[in-house]
């Protein structure tokens, strides 16, 4: 019996026409109907730097205090209590079954975006040993990466999710390149990939050392805001 990933519940086999009309084989859902509306899509009324869900389009207050070269970031979904439900059972919990949830989402939202290369931020060695996977690659399908960031093995920190804001935005570089990531970031454009944009000092942190592999604009996408 095929059931959903998240909730548990017996998948349908109802077949459109539309789905008859095409050629190849028939793509199963791995989420039911309830479960794939229990995120909360960001509209386009939302920063248009950041991504942040708001009632107008224009910069929000956090992207104005920030200051350096701007980092645009494409947004997904808003971090509300079903996103936070779901990274906490498919990050936190390691349920990697669920990364079937948002691989559909984030592969059509790829293909939106304008890039040369993907780059996800990486996870340390002991949030790697201890999960077992990178949430962030467990999303992607076939789409090409490349691993161009490593976290410092002398950065040793309390999590991001621990954190307040203030704590987050004093939070030092905890990236450094891999060794010949130039070789495929120099004068290319490039796309990190995250999963959920709070502060943005993360992404910042790691767009300076992709600027420093000789990239000439980098750009962001995460699954939430």
Same mark, same amino acid.
């Given at each position: 019996?095929?059931?959903?990933?998240?909730?548990? /519940?017996?998948?349908?086999?109802?077949?459109?026409?539309?789905?008859?009309?095409?050629?190849?084989?028939?793509?199963?859902?791995?989420?039911? *109907?309830?479960?794939?509306? /229990?995120?909360?899509?960001?509209?386009?009324?939302?920063? $248009?730097?950041?991504?942040?869900?708001?009632?107008? %389009?224009?910069?929000?207050? =956090?992207?104005?205090?920030? #200051?350096? &070269?701007?980092?645009?970031?494409?947004?997904? +979904?808003?971090?509300?209590?079903?996103?936070?439900?779901?990274?906490?059972?498919?990050?936190?919990?390691?349920?990697?079954?669920?990364?079937?949830?948002?691989?559909? $989402?984030? /592969?059509?939202?790829?293909?939106? %975006? !304008? +890039? =040369?290369?993907?780059?996800?931020?990486?996870?340390?060695?002991? @949030?790697?040993?201890?999960?077992?996977?990178?949430?962030?690659?467990?999303?992607?399908?076939?789409?090409?990466?490349?691993?161009?960031?490593?976290?410092?093995?002398?950065?040793? =920190?309390?999590?991001?999710?621990?954190?307040?804001?203030?704590?987050?935005?004093? @939070?030092?570089? $905890?990236?450094?390149?891999? &060794?010949?990531?130039?070789?495929?970031?120099?004068?290319?454009?490039?796309?990190?990939?995250?999963?959920? +944009?709070? !502060?943005?000092?993360?992404?910042?942190?790691? *767009? *300076?050392?992709?600027?420093?592999?000789?990239?000439?604009?980098? #750009?962001?996408? #995460?699954?939430?805001?």
């Amino acid at each position: 019996m095929n059931a959903c990933v998240w909730c548990g /519940r017996r998948l349908g086999g109802v077949v459109t026409v539309s789905q008859l009309w095409r050629w190849g084989p028939l793509i199963k859902s791995a989420v039911c *109907a309830a479960c794939q509306t /229990r995120l909360t899509p960001i509209s386009i009324l939302h920063c $248009p730097q950041c991504g942040r869900q708001q009632t107008d %389009e224009t910069i929000c207050r =956090d992207c104005q205090r920030w #200051t350096g &070269p701007p980092l645009v970031n494409h947004a997904l +979904y808003v971090y509300d209590a079903a996103m936070k439900a779901y990274m906490q059972q498919y990050k936190f919990q390691g349920d990697f079954a669920l990364r079937r949830v948002l691989q559909e $989402p984030l /592969r059509l939202a790829l293909a939106r %975006e !304008t +890039y =040369d290369v993907l780059v996800p931020i990486p996870v340390d060695q002991a @949030t790697w040993q201890q999960r077992g996977f990178n949430q962030v690659t467990g999303w992607l399908q076939t789409q090409p990466f490349q691993q161009a960031l490593l976290v410092r093995a002398s950065h040793k =920190d309390q999590p991001q999710s621990a954190k307040d804001r203030a704590a987050r935005l004093q @939070t030092a570089q $905890p990236f450094i390149l891999a &060794p010949h990531a130039a070789d495929v970031l120099m004068g290319q454009r490039v796309l990190l990939l995250d999963d959920v +944009y709070t !502060t943005g000092r993360t992404l910042r942190h790691a *767009a *300076a050392q992709i600027y420093l592999g000789g990239a000439k604009a980098v #750009t962001s996408l #995460t699954l939430a805001r």
